[in-house]
């Protein structure tokens, strides 16, 4: 009769663990998670990509799908083939519509630069390394420290990235150094012996010059990067001093591209326009999605209205409280079976 008991309760705890894996609910011991979306057996696989207290995705997600899209970058951009004729011809124009503007600053700049040695080196330095320091730094630093905010700075970076690369294709444009009839002094070959870079291709480190679109000038990457940089430190940096930082960096950005002779005037005008479009574009999608994730996220309770809890953290709540429900399922059904076995014994 004993062992008649043991065998229908085992019987009665499989049937009510299945049930509860399949609809959501807590087996002996164990709480509820509504619609069996939490679990690991019942949920998204998605959702385990994701941090359960920012909603964002896991930071080596992130760091793998960024890297690939810099290596595609790369990728693309130096296998853009362009006519040096047709990059040549958009130089010119370039050239001669700053002249109409009063706005060709870039060849008063470069001859003054050359004249300082120390400040060109210096500058050199600053094209070849900033440009793929600063962004992914401030990336991970806007993961970590301004979750709220990370989606559209990351979406932002990544449309101006995409628009940029049609732009290289589009529009082949030859940068002053390498304009022909012109004065320009090529900074970055002239103090090549100062660093890792290579003189036949700007900040190409040596022997990977192949990879480096030459035309590659319009509009301006390095001064999308950096406005874009340069807004999240001067928007939610702490210290004040860094928030200077953010301000300098993309002045700082313009005058060395065009001291340089890496870019005209209006490549960096045009890198700051993709980067608004950007922002736009970032911003509307964001907005669409926190649309969509409020719809289904439950309302504040007056409690949660009065301590000023967010819709955001309300969410967040819930896709916690929804994993502890799956945990407490598997401990109560794995506490009833062992008890089981002890009456057994």
């Keep these: 009769m004993v062992d008649q008991t043991n065998r229908d309760s085992r019987n009665d705890l499989g049937g009510e663990a ?23 057996s019942g ?10 207290a920012t909603g964002l995705p896991k930071l080596w997600v992130e760091a793998v799908l960024l890297v690939s899209l810099y290596y595609v970058y790369t ?25 109409r503007l009063h706005i060709n600053i870039e060849l008063s700049l470069n001859s003054w630069l050359q004249s300082v040695p120390a400040l060109a080196v210096i500058c050199c330095y600053y094209y ?16 970590r420290r301004n979750p709220g905010r990370y989606v559209r700075a990351r979406w932002t970076l990544v449309f101006t990235t995409l628009i940029a690369l049609c732009g290289f294709f589009l529009f082949p444009t030859t940068p002053p150094r390498l304009l022909p009839g012109t004065s320009y002094v090529d900074t970055m070959s002239h103090f ?30 390095h001064c999308a990067w950096a406005l874009w940089s340069g807004f999240l430190l001067a928007r939610f940096a702490r ?28 490549d960096a005008v045009a890198g700051w326009a993709v980067l608004g479009v950007s922002t736009l574009l970032a911003f509307a999608i964001t907005v669409r999605h926190r649309s969509r994730r409020a719809a289904d996220v ?47 014994a």
């Design 18 to 40: 299945l049930r509860s894996t399949q609809t959501g609910q807590a087996g002996p011991g164990g709480s509820s998670a509504p619609g069996g979306q939490g679990g690991p």
């Design 192 to 221: 090549e012996g100062w660093g890792w870079w290579s003189g036949s291709a700007s900040a190409a480190p040596d022997g990977l010059e192949g990879l480096a679109n030459q035309y590659a000038a319009m509009p301006s990457l």
């Design 43 to 52: 949920g998204r696989w998605w959702r385990r990509l994701r941090n359960p």
């Design 128 to 143: 070849a390394t900033l440009h793929f320091v600063v962004t992914p730094s401030l990336l991970v630093w806007m993961y």
């Design 239 to 266: 210290r004040p001093v860094v928030r200077v930082l953010g301000c300098l960096y993309p002045a700082a950005t313009v005058f060395i591209v065009m001291a340089t002779s890496n870019h005209y005037i209006l």
């Design 75 to 99: 990728a693309t951009r130096g296998a853009a083939d362009a006519s040096a004729a047709d990059a040549n011809r958009l130089g010119w124009d370039i050239l001669h519509l700053q002249e």
């Design 298 to 344: 439950p309302p504040a309770t007056p409690a949660d209205a009065e301590a000023g809890v967010t819709t955001a953290e309300v969410a967040a709540r819930e896709e916690a409280a929804a994993g502890t429900a799956a945990a407490g399922t598997a401990v109560g059904t794995t506490a009833a079976v062992s008890r089981t076995r002890v009456s057994e």
